[in-house]
């Protein structure tokens, strides 16, 4: 059975930083591509990186590129999100995900994915 379990989330200052991490069990991490989404308030989800499966190439939207780095530790099966010089913006529900064509839904802008972590609060706020 496949579970992602996330962790990390919290309160920061803007500016801070955060680190969020993502356990997965029931498949190894070079079987999907794996990623990070998240869920602002009566905003629709967007994807803020992806790992992808064939070749480890990373891909992340304007908006957080330069302040947020993806990486995976495959002898932990964990995958992570580190999250440098968090903004307000930045405040949503973060959810990492895992499907064989990830970085494909998020090229495409589609929130799309066959597992999904249960989610973690994210607030930038002084």
């Known amino acids: 059975q496949v579970q992602l379990v996330e962790s990390g989330g919290g309160l920061v200052q803007p500016g801070g930083s955060l680190r969020l991490s993502c356990a997965a069990s029931g498949f190894t991490l070079d079987d999907y591509a794996i990623g990070w989404f998240r869920q602002a308030p009566g905003k629709e989800r967007e994807g803020v990186s992806c790992i992808s499966k064939s070749d480890d190439n990373t891909w992340y939207p304007d908006s957080v590129k330069g302040r947020f780095t993806i990486s995976k530790d495959n002898a932990k099966n964990t995958f992570y999100l580190q999250m440098n010089s968090l903004k307000p913006e930045d405040t949503a529900v973060y959810y990492c995900?895992?499907?064989?064509?990830?970085?494909?839904?998020?090229?495409?802008?589609?929130?799309?994915?066959?597992?999904w972590g249960q989610g973690t609060q994210v607030t930038v706020s002084s």
């Open positions: 995900a895992a499907d064989p064509n990830l970085c494909v839904h998020f090229a495409y802008g589609k929130s799309w994915s066959d597992y």
